[in-house]
């Protein structure tokens, strides 16, 4: 199973939600543009999106076609972020908190070595009910 799958196959629904997107995401990448001082590139930006919006919507051979082209295109930028993302919080949470554990002489899962120890086993009192996990309240 992975982590990230491509809807291969979306629903009508699906469909929908993505072309009412599509005036959302070139709005927000226009402004961006007419902000960092290029009017002409947002204009054309924003057309872009008006015209992808309005084919699409028009068109539902082309808004199935679209929405597979934008889950391909961006599946690997997805994936990337998702490892470096996974990355940095190892290296910058996990590792750090191992060493520091570590340098303190703890051992939260207890793995030391014990060659005086006749098992490993570790006595736990009986849990509650198990109903009590259907009120959470």
């Known amino acids: 199973m992975a982590l990230i799958e491509i809807d ?13 997107s599509l ?18 590139g947002a204009l054309a930006i ?6 992808l919006t309005a084919i699409a919507s028009a068109h539902p051979a082309l808004r199935r076609g679209l929405h597979r082209t934008w889950a391909l295109t961006t599946y690997p930028l997805g994936w990337t972020v998702s490892q470096l993302l996974l990355l940095a919080i ?8 191992a060493l520091v554990l570590r340098l303190l ?8 070595f014990d060659r005086r120890a006749t ?19």
């Open 46 to 51: 924003w057309g872009v999106g008006l015209a």
């Open 119 to 137: 098992t490993y086993w570790t006595a736990r009192e009986p849990g509650r009910d198990p109903s009590r996990h259907f009120r959470q309240s």
């Open 8 to 20: 291969r196959d979306p629903s009508p629904r699906d469909l929908w939600t993505f072309v009412a």
């Open 90 to 97: 190892w290296a910058l949470v996990a590792t750090p908190t």
């Open 23 to 40: 005036p959302l995401l070139f709005g927000v990448i226009g402004a961006w543009r007419w902000h960092a001082g290029s009017q002409r």
């Open 105 to 112: 002489g703890r051992d939260p899962l207890q793995r030391r």
